[in-house]
């Protein structure tokens, strides 16, 4: 599968979506004009990985910062991962971020993947 | 040249750190947003405070660029935005204003006075109630940004609306930050 590696500025994430490396990971600020339009390779990757994925994913999501249009795209990947078989997701935040760590026990709350917490 | 001094008085009298007038784009978001991150790290603010203020100016400035954009093409109107940033004691004021058409303020009186008729956990209900049933609009929003400016700041969010001319009104928005 072709891997997407986008590197990330101060309004986008960064993006490792690597299946023979296992490495699947977003990290970083989104914030980005068209949240629908950045996210959608993404959400096409993971429905194409879904279909014949490795035997467990682990979904690192490492966001410092997302902003609300950005919010209800991360809940449609988390949406596209819960398809994917034995799939989790590794939610980490600032050890100081309350907001990014209830933003994370709310997704966890609206899709069927099981969630690991970790500060960084 | 008096009004320069002016307008620097009134920054200094109404405690503002930064304010911006003129056209919303993401560029000048991203400016914006550069500027009052630099200055909050000049002076020493906690990064809890940060990312707070950082949040809501966010969702201020996208809101405009969004929807401020309808606005200003009609006849000779150059109705620019404003936005600004002040510190008074222990709490950050966001302010912002922008033209709209007078048929939307019924609308957005409703969403706000709804928002703001909630407390904590009513917000994060209807935060997950619209995250789960929310498409991104044309405009690229998900009817999210006031419940999380309500959310984040845990105040509510102050409003007006002031009749300008040809069927438009300048909405102005407030929301307040505490440091502690």
Same mark, same amino acid.
């Given at each position: 599968?072709?891997?997407?590696?986008?590197?990330?500025?101060?309004?986008?994430?960064?993006?490792?979506?690597?299946?023979?490396?296992?490495?699947?990971?977003?990290?970083?600020?989104?914030?980005?004009?068209? @949240?629908?339009? =950045?996210?959608?390779?993404?959400?096409?990757?993971?429905?194409?990985?879904?279909?014949?994925?490795?035997?467990? @994913?682990?979904?690192?999501?490492?966001?410092?910062? =997302?902003?609300?249009?950005?919010?209800?795209?991360?809940?449609? +990947?988390?949406?596209?991962?819960?398809? +994917?078989?034995?799939?989790?997701?590794?939610?980490?935040?600032?050890?100081?971020?309350?907001?990014?760590?209830?933003?994370?026990?709310?997704?966890?709350?609206? +899709?069927? +993947?099981?969630?690991? =917490?970790?500060?960084? | 040249? %008096?009004?320069?001094?002016?307008?620097?008085?009134?920054?200094?009298?109404?405690?503002?750190?930064?304010?911006?007038?003129?056209?919303?784009?993401?560029?000048?978001?991203?400016?914006?947003?550069?500027?009052?991150?630099?200055?909050?790290?000049?002076?020493?603010?906690?990064?809890?405070?940060?990312?707070?203020?950082?949040?809501?100016?966010?969702?201020?400035?996208?809101?405009?660029?969004?929807?401020?954009?309808?606005?200003?093409?009609?006849?000779?109107? #150059?109705?620019?935005?404003?936005?600004?940033?002040? %510190?008074?004691?222990?709490?950050?004021?966001?302010?912002?204003?922008?033209?709209?058409?007078?048929? #939307?303020?019924?609308?957005?009186?409703?969403?706000?006075?709804?928002?703001n008729s909630l407390d904590k956990d009513g917000l994060k209900q209807l935060y997950k109630e619209i995250i789960k049933n929310t498409t991104i609009s044309d405009k690229g929003g998900a009817g999210l940004g006031f419940v999380d400016m309500a959310r984040k700041s845990g105040s509510k969010l102050e409003y007006d609306f002031v009749e300008m001319?040809?069927? %438009?009104?300048?909405?102005?928005?407030?929301?307040?930050?505490?440091?502690?």
């Amino acid at each position: 599968m072709e891997i997407i590696h986008l590197e990330g500025t101060e309004d986008t994430p960064k993006i490792i979506l690597d299946k023979s490396n296992g490495i699947f990971e977003i990290s970083g600020r989104s914030l980005p004009e068209d @949240s629908a339009e =950045f996210y959608q390779p993404v959400l096409d990757w993971l429905e194409a990985y879904a279909k014949d994925p490795n035997t467990t @994913s682990e979904f690192v999501f490492k966001l410092e910062y =997302f902003n609300t249009a950005s919010s209800k795209l991360i809940l449609d +990947v988390l949406s596209k991962i819960e398809e +994917v078989d034995n799939a989790k997701v590794h939610w980490y935040f600032h050890e100081d971020d309350e907001d990014m760590e209830e933003a994370g026990e709310e997704f966890s709350e609206l +899709v069927e +993947v099981s969630f690991e =917490f970790s500060t960084y | 040249m %008096k009004y320069v001094y002016d307008l620097h008085k009134s920054m200094r009298n109404e405690n503002l750190i930064l304010v911006y007038e003129g056209e919303f784009t993401q560029e000048i978001t991203k400016s914006v947003l550069a500027m009052a991150e630099r200055n909050m790290d000049s002076m020493g603010e906690e990064s809890t405070v940060k990312r707070k203020v950082f949040n809501v100016m966010v969702e201020c400035l996208q809101n405009i660029v969004k929807h401020g954009e309808g606005y200003k093409v009609e006849n000779e109107y #150059d109705y620019n935005a404003v936005f600004m940033i002040g %510190k008074k004691g222990d709490e950050y004021i966001i302010a912002s204003g922008n033209p709209l058409e007078n048929n #939307d303020i019924a609308g957005l009186r409703e969403r706000l006075d709804k928002v703001n008729s909630l407390d904590k956990d009513g917000l994060k209900q209807l935060y997950k109630e619209i995250i789960k049933n929310t498409t991104i609009s044309d405009k690229g929003g998900a009817g999210l940004g006031f419940v999380d400016m309500a959310r984040k700041s845990g105040s509510k969010l102050e409003y007006d609306f002031v009749e300008m001319e040809g069927g %438009k009104s300048f909405f102005s928005l407030k929301t307040t930050i505490g440091r502690n």
